[in-house]
């Protein structure tokens, strides 16, 4: 970490226990490390080309019907990293993943080749809010609450188990009560205005004797409560220089992977100084190319593998097992178009890779064939895995003792 807790941060830590009650058990939690899960979802917002991220090099039908530009090779300037996954079939991650081909060497990650949403959608709203509730068809969501806070919610209870990396929650974490969303912490998370700013905050959010428990109000002033007291409960935490200023700053691995190193260095800092959490956020967008796909998506595998690269150096000096676990809405078609592109199709890409014991290394899922009578409406890559079957075996490998997730037919 580019910052250390030192005795002062720690006996500034304590004296903020009396504010917050839950705060003691979160800093000085006893033995955090043994059993402590954190479960990362990196969600690859826009449809990633799973067959040209992850190509199977050698087969006949795809050779023919995928222009060279957009098929990781077997040998050549495309050619791309093999897996020996199967026997049968020459699996080749793209040339840019060299760090993610590191851990799947080492070991420590599973493969899906062609996963993905039960009920065939071509809309990127439709498929990321079934991932996000853990749905297997289009319904209307309501109330529901995303599967990632309905897990975190059984897994921990403290000011802080979620946290989103970016501006608002994702999908996954709608209706945590314990989440944040939070896309820097180096100004301190502090509210604005300073301590008058506060007290006004927690005036704002005081509950009113009137309200009801079903009162409209009332909820809202509980979650600005709870959102008061989460954000308190880090920044207290922050190492700070004698004039007060947080000493947060990510690492320098993560500068390669730019806008998704900042996001994913914001987690490894919070699981550093929150032994609470339990469950994080963090979206890389980019992946909708329709258009010029050989260097856009060459620029987004660079961007992914540094980044998660660099987190995997990082969280496995933590005290907290950690798996990540990287998702995309749906894959791209088969055939290329005429703008040197794909457009939106079915089956993807899914992967998860995991620190201390990750149980699922070198699993390679299922994989249906791209011959034409194979194929899901005769176009595309058809869905071999269903989404909610790999999260249920992550989050089953990661805290086999925990309920399972809320992930609902």
């Known amino acids: 970490m580019a910052f250390h807790l030192g005795r002062r941060h720690l006996l500034r830590a304590g004296l903020a226990t009396a504010a917050l009650p839950g ?5 000085f939690a006893e033995e955090p490390a043994a059993a402590r899960p954190l479960l990362v979802l990196v969600n690859l917002r826009g449809g990633m080309d799973g067959l040209h991220a992850l190509s199977p090099a050698d087969d006949a039908d795809f050779v023919d019907l995928r222009a060279d530009a957009l098929r ?17 079939i020459d699996f080749r991650l793209h040339p840019e993943a060299a760090p993610l081909f590191e851990i799947w060497r080492d070991g420590r990650m599973a493969i899906w080749p062609a996963a993905g949403v039960p009920q065939a959608t071509r809309s990127h709203f439709e498929a990321q809010a079934m991932m996000g509730l853990g749905l297997a068809l289009r319904a209307d969501p309501g109330g529901a609450t995303g599967w990632l806070a309905a897990w975190a919610a059984g897994a921990a209870e403290a000011p802080v188990t979620a946290l989103s990396a970016q501006g ?21 998370l502090a509210p604005p205005g300073g301590p008058f700013g506060a007290t006004m905050l927690e005036a704002l959010h005081r509950d009113d004797p009137g309200d009801g ?3 409209g109000h009332g909820l809202a002033a509980r979650s600005g409560r ?5 954000l308190r409960s880090i920044d207290i935490l922050l190492p700070r220089d004698a004039a007060g200023r947080p000493q947060v700053q990510p690492a320098a691995a993560y500068a390669p992977a730019r806008e998704f190193g900042r996001a994913l260095a914001v987690v490894a800092q919070v699981a550093a100084l929150n032994p609470a959490l339990v469950a994080a956020t963090v979206d890389l967008g980019g992946w909708d190319t329709h258009e010029g796909q050989p260097g856009r998506l060459a620029d987004r595998m660079r961007v992914l593998a540094q980044g998660l690269g660099a987190f995997d150096a990082e969280i496995a000096g933590l005290p907290c097992r950690c798996t990540v676990l990287v998702v995309s809405e ?9 703008s040197l592109g794909t457009d939106h199709g079915r089956a993807g890409v899914m992967l998860a890779f995991g620190t201390r014991g990750f149980g699922l290394g070198r699993h390679f899922g299922a994989w249906p064939g791209l011959a034409p009578d194979l194929l899901d409406e005769g176009v595309d890559l058809r869905v071999a895995t269903d989404y909610r079957d790999v999260v249920r075996s992550v989050v089953a490998d990661l805290a086999p003792t925990l309920p399972p997730p809320f992930v609902r037919s």
């Open 226 to 230: 709870e959102a008061l007291a989460g």
């Open 168 to 188: 608002g929650l994702a999908p996954e974490l709608r209706g945590a009560r314990q989440g944040l969303g939070i896309a820097s912490l180096a100004d301190g």
């Open 23 to 27: 705060l003691r058990r979160l800093a």
């Open 330 to 338: 749906f894959g791209r078609r088969l055939r290329s178009n005429r």
């Open 72 to 88: 990781t090779a077997a040998s050549g300037p495309r050619a791309g990293h093999r897996l020996e996954a199967s026997s049968a």
């Open 213 to 215: 428990p079903g009162d």
